[in-house]
């Protein structure tokens, strides 16, 4: 499934438990104890992007485990920006419910 104006957005991109070689994809500093793909298409839908899920997916570094991805339509903005996006947002999620 691959799409040239789609970003594929893993939960393990955010999650502080990972390590980078593991698939996280940004500073500690930026992530979450255990992202799930519920907590990323709220964010998505909140931040008013487009996007499609597929749910039976597995990671391809941790086959074992199906965690699922998002698809989110780029809108001319590149990979980083939207993985930074969608960080500050689920820091702030995660801030309001403790």
Known sequence: MRKRDM???????FDISRSRR??????????????NILM???IVRNLGLNY???????YPRLPWI???FIAVSKSGKRKSQILREIA???I???QQSS
């Open 7 to 13: 970003v594929i957005l893993w939960p393990v991109y």
């Open 22 to 35: 593991e698939g996280r994809r940004l500073p500690k500093r930026f992530c979450i104890q255990s992202p």
């Open 40 to 42: 990323l298409e709220k």
């Open 52 to 58: 499609e899920i597929c749910l039976e997916a597995s």
């Open 66 to 68: 199906k965690i699922g």
């Open 88 to 90: 500050s947002e689920l």
């Open 92 to 94: 702030r999620l995660g």
